[in-house]
């Protein structure tokens, strides 16, 4: 493997699936993170819960392809790469940082992940060729100005690979409103709603703030 570069203001946390003590499946994953910088650069609290989800729901993700937006340093996707899917990791094609250290820490991992710009609303050629059958996104809904653009490429998404989903972890802020507002806008409807405590393991929960919430959203068509 080659050696990783590690930068001034780098650190690399490790983040542990199973109990490495009574499981055979269980394994870690190393993300390179940096204090400096804003947003795609560390691990956000919402990306840790998604990631247990998909460790915890591991056998759906086995075989299927899967496609993380704003990606960041992409924990829930590398979990869903080690658990056998093949994984595309996305992010913003403004922030070509962010994308070199996606791949950077897919080598560190050694996980093979697609890796591509795509900018929510924006429709380059690649998109069109995507077919996930699983979207991931955590702490994407974090700005009200985004929500038009991220969910004209959800629902895109969504409708051109009939059954798939879009489970995506966010800090609930407004009550349910949010979520029952984008359904309607977009045609699409929510088949799972769950609080991260209801789920997360209890090591890992004492280190959550705030009310973060999972869902699940198809197509309606
Ligand atoms: C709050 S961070 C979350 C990062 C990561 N998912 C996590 O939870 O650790 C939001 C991410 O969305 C990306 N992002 C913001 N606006 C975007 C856009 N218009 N298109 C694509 N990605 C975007 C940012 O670059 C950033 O990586």
């Known amino acids: 493997m080659e050696p990783i570069e590690v930068q001034p203001m780098t650190t690399i946390s490790t983040h542990s699936f199973g109990d490495a003590s009574d499981s055979d499946d269980a394994f870690s994953i190393r993300i390179i993170e ?14 840790v819960v998604l990631a247990e989800y998909v460790w915890q729901q591991r056998l759906r993700f086995a075989g299927v392809n899967v496609l993380e937006l704003g990606a960041g340093t992409s924990l829930p996707g590398l979990v869903s790469a ?3 899917s093949h994984v595309t990791l996305s992010d913003s094609s403004d922030r070509p940082e ?3 250290n996606v791949r950077r820490v897919c080598l560190l991992n050694g996980l093979e992940c ?5 900018t929510w609303g924006e429709w380059d050629e690649p998109v069109f060729n995507l077919e996930p059958n699983i979207l991931l996104g955590a702490d994407v809904l974090y700005d009200t100005q985004d929500f038009d653009n991220l969910f004209a490429t959800v629902a895109f998404l ?12 966010y800090h609930n802020r407004s ?5 029952e507002y984008l359904m ?8 799972k709603l769950v609080d991260a405590f209801s789920f997360m393991p209890s090591h890992k929960a004492s280190d959550l703030q705030g009310n973060i ?7 309606c068509e």
């Open 175 to 179: 009550g349910h409103h949010l979520i």
């Open 82 to 84: 080690r658990v056998g």
């Open 213 to 219: 919430q999972l869902v699940e959203i198809m197509s």
């Open 158 to 169: 969504l409708k051109k690979a009939p059954g798939s989903v879009f489970i995506t972890t």
């Open 114 to 118: 697609e890796i591509m710009g795509l």
């Open 98 to 100: 962010v994308l070199s």
């Open 34 to 47: 940096n204090m400096k910088e804003e947003y795609g650069m560390f691990v956000w609290p919402c990306s």
């Open 184 to 191: 309607v806008k977009w045609s699409l409807k929510c088949t």
